[in-house]
């Protein structure tokens, strides 16, 4: 899986750092935006304070005061992660890299949205997590493509497809990241590659050309962190590239938008609403990287996540991906304790997000050369 020449352990291990970086950090983002998701601006304030949300908003559930819970654009993020582990299992097969791996894994969230707990009909790990089996708000879109292509299954092979919509809500965006997380030495890191796989994994469920190419570009952005690029050069870059693909217009024009308004706008949460309410995915994008591009300081990630999150629009998914974006810019140390310790799903998300490294950069340890490994191989069947 990988080439010549060999990383050296600093390399290895900062892009160990910036991978559970940008899973972990989404997560925080997702659980930070969640509870204010559906509260506008003033109502923000007013119960948050002028700085908006900086803490966990406590809700109650069950007549129990939570905090930190995350939405489905983090457990769609983690069955993104999976599904790229199980088709990289599948490739090494002789089989190819199948995308439609990733929408089985998609199938498999649908579960965790329908039914009340495992009922051992599923394969793999992931699927057997209690907590993953709650709804949270999924968007309407993603249920309705995946139940058409769990019964168009039932016809004749349909996962691999695109949706069919018109849809270019966030829904696809989100849960994006995983694609331009794959590690620069690797067969896998080319632009090409990254970008037409997360537009195509996005369309899935949400079929208009916005939805792929805003998915396209965050995975993007994510590779070029990953690369060791400042955020001003990756969106630079992204928009570049962007530019030589049709389809694209409304995500370049977004991204645009975000640059300029984060060099000449005012650092707060109206300059935020300008670029919209982050519902469809051009707009969440644009609102991420405007987040972290106008507060860059490693130091003050807490504050970035803040402004993403602190507007009257999709606060949850504006977070996700500025989490995204900032863990893989900064790396896993700079995410702020005092929110990342009792992000909800911690754990899970940090063993995926090891099996994904492992995965990706020394498959031949675990089912290459040294024969396959049957305990990885039933972790990670490879369909």
Known sequence: MTTEPAPSRAEREAYASRVRGSLLGGAIGDALGAPVEFWRLDEIRRRCGEGGVTTYVTETVSGREVVGRITDDTQMTLFTLEGMIRASVRADRGLGFTLGVVHHAYDRWLDTQQLSGPDGTRNGWLIDESWLYSRRAPGNTCLTALEAAREGERRMPHFGNSAHNESKGCGGVMRSAPFGLVPPWSNFANPEWQYDAAAEAAGFTHGHPTGKSASGALALVIRL???????????????????????????????????????????????????????????ALAIAIYAALAIPEEERVADALALAVSHSGDSDSTGAICGNILGALHGETALPPELAFEVEGRGTLLTLADDFIYEFTAAGRLHGDYGPDTRWCERYPGG
């Open 225 to 283: 962190l990953v690369h060791g690029m400042s955020l001003a050069a990756a969106a630079e870059g992204t928009l570049r590239f962007l530019r030589s693909r049709e389809g694209t217009t409304e995500t370049a024009l977004a991204i645009e938008h975000a640059v300029d308004a984060a060099r000449r706008q005012p650092v707060d949460a109206r300059t935020v609403e300008q670029l919209g309410a982050g519902w469809v995915a051009e707009e």
